[in-house]
């Protein structure tokens, strides 16, 4: 099995995806400052994470989309 090296974007796509992460905490968080957990599950389910979920999966697929690019160009290489 070969050895390969992320390349720059697609590294760069992987950060997006941890920010993503972050941003769904950063938002759950900040809800629940201001209303109860009930109240912040329901919004999160109700006006935020159909949006969210489909962003990140946009992210996941262009991450996947950058591997499978590279592995092509570093075979075509050899």
Known sequence: MKNYVLGEQTTRL???MEKMQSLYSDVYESLLAIYSSDDVDEMIANRFIVE??????????FVMQSIKDNMNLTNNEI
């Open 52 to 61: 969210y979920d489909a962003l990140e999966k946009r992210i996941e697929a």
């Open 14 to 16: 992987l950060n997006c």
